[in-house]
Each structure stands twice: as C-alpha cells, then as structure tokens.
C-alpha cells in the first residue's frame, strides 16, 4: 500500500488542483442538470400524454418526438460532444471550460431523462387518471395535480440517475479541454504519467456520485412514505 501512502503525502500539494476541478465538475453537472430537467420534464409528459390513450393522442406527434429522443440516446458522447462543437461555439463563444461543457451535456442528458419521466409517468395507476377525468378535471390540471405528484418518486429516481450520468459525462468532456476532474485525469494523470493524480480524480469522482445517490435515495424514501 506505498501509493496509498505517498498519495496521502502529496494530496496537500494536489488539493488545490483537485478542489478547482471539483467545483469545475459541480458546477457543469449542476447547471446541465437544472436545463436537462426544464427541457426533459416536459418532453417526458408529451411522450406519454399523445400516445395512443393518453390525455391528447397525437400519433404523428408522438412518433416525431419519440425519434427525437432515440436518436439524441443513441449516440455516444463522446461523439455527441464533437458533433455540437460549432453550436456551443455560437452560443458561449468558446469550446472550452466548464460553461462550454454545459452545452453538450445538457443535450445529451436531455433525451435521457425524458424516457425515464416517460417510465416513471407510465407506472402511474390509470384508475387515478381516469378518476380525475370523470370527476372533471381540465387535463392540465390532471398533469400538474395527479400525474406528476403520483409519480414524483420514481421522477426523482431518474433525477438521481441522470446526475450520476452527468457526473459521468462531465469526466469525458474533459477530453476536448471541458474542465473538472475529467481534464485533470488527462492533463495531470494521463499526459503526465502521474498516477497519483488520476487516483485522486477516481476517489473524488466516486464521493462526488456516492453523495449524489445518497441524496436521492433519501428523498425517494422519505417521498414513498408521506
């Protein structure tokens, strides 16, 4: 266990590093969550209520949107990342750091968690659904009243899931220079042959995910039981 002990040893002279590399990836994963959330939510809801026998059926819809979401969870990364280089350009004004790394991560998380909202909205008891209809009840209202509070748990789970994607994500961004742990894997560990340093990035990125799901399996339980 030497490298535990000269990692231990050298950790005050990296800490630095590590803790700007830290908030680089909290950061990109915070805010890509929140525009993943604002956009996938809502696209979520549309996969389920214009299928057929949802509240709006619209097949044509439905079937548009659906490849949209296909095609944006079908492709690596990686990839995805080269590929919107010249959107995240027009929009940040650069393809570097952690803001620029936003871009690309939110477009990939989004079409991830709309299928999971998608999951989790289908496991909603109909009988529910179908109360509130007779009872009345504007379809609006049973989204924003029935559907989503019914379903708030497993929409939690699939928050939690797509943070932890994202956490993943983040790591891979640093490749094109997108900042956090990632790029210090790279820069410090890899391209330096420092292994202590891509030890380190292991250790953070591990913590990072574990407190993540921590959280979420707290809020699930404390939801399931109300």
């Given at each position: 266990?030497?490298?535990?002990?000269?990692?231990?040893?050298?950790?005050p002279?990296?800490?630095?590093v590590?803790?700007?590399?830290?908030l680089?990836?909290l950061?990109m994963v915070?805010?890509s969550?929140?525009?993943?959330?604002?956009?996938g939510?809502?696209?979520?809801?549309?996969l389920?209520?214009t299928?057929?026998?949802g509240?709006t059926?619209?097949?044509?819809?439905?079937?548009?949107l659906?490849?949209?979401?296909?095609?944006g969870?079908s492709?690596?990364?990686i990839?995805?990342?080269?590929a919107v280089l010249?959107?995240t350009r027009?929009?940040?004004g650069?393809t570097?750091g952690?803001?620029?790394a936003?871009v690309?991560?939110s477009?990939?998380?989004?079409?991830f968690?709309?299928?999971?909202?998608?999951?989790?909205?289908?496991e909603?008891d109909?009988?529910?659904i179908?109360?509130?209809h007779a009872?009345?009840a504007?379809?609006?209202?049973i989204?924003?009243k029935?559907?989503?509070p019914?379903a708030?748990p497993g929409?939690i789970a699939?928050?939690?899931?797509t943070?932890?994607?994202?956490?993943?994500?983040s790591a891979m961004a640093?490749?094109?220079?997108?900042?956090?742990l990632?790029?210090?894997?790279?820069r410090?560990?890899?391209?330096?042959f420092?292994?202590?340093?891509?030890?380190a990035?292991v250790?953070l990125?591990?913590?990072?995910v574990?407190a993540?799901?921590s959280?979420?399996?707290?809020l699930?339980?404390r939801?399931?039981?109300r």
């Open positions: 266990m030497s490298w535990l002990t000269e990692l231990i040893e050298r950790w002279d990296m800490g630095p590590l803790w700007i590399g830290t680089d990836t950061y915070l805010w969550t929140v525009i993943s959330s604002l956009v939510l809502p696209l979520g809801v549309l389920v209520t299928d057929r026998g509240l059926p619209a097949p044509a819809v439905k079937a548009v659906g490849a949209i979401v296909n095609v969870r492709l690596p990364f990839v995805l990342m080269v010249s959107l027009l929009l940040i650069t570097l952690p803001t620029a936003i690309p991560l477009i990939g998380a989004i079409p968690f709309a299928r999971l909202v998608e999951t989790a909205l289908r909603v109909r009988g529910v179908e109360a509130a009872m009345g504007r379809k609006t209202t989204v924003g029935v559907l989503l019914e708030l929409l699939g928050l939690v899931m943070v932890v994607a994202l956490i993943s994500y640093g490749a094109i220079g997108g900042g956090g990632g790029d210090i894997a790279i410090e560990g890899y391209q330096r420092d292994e202590y340093y891509l030890w990035t250790v990125l591990v913590i990072v574990q993540a799901q959280i979420g399996d707290l699930i339980r939801l399931s039981h």
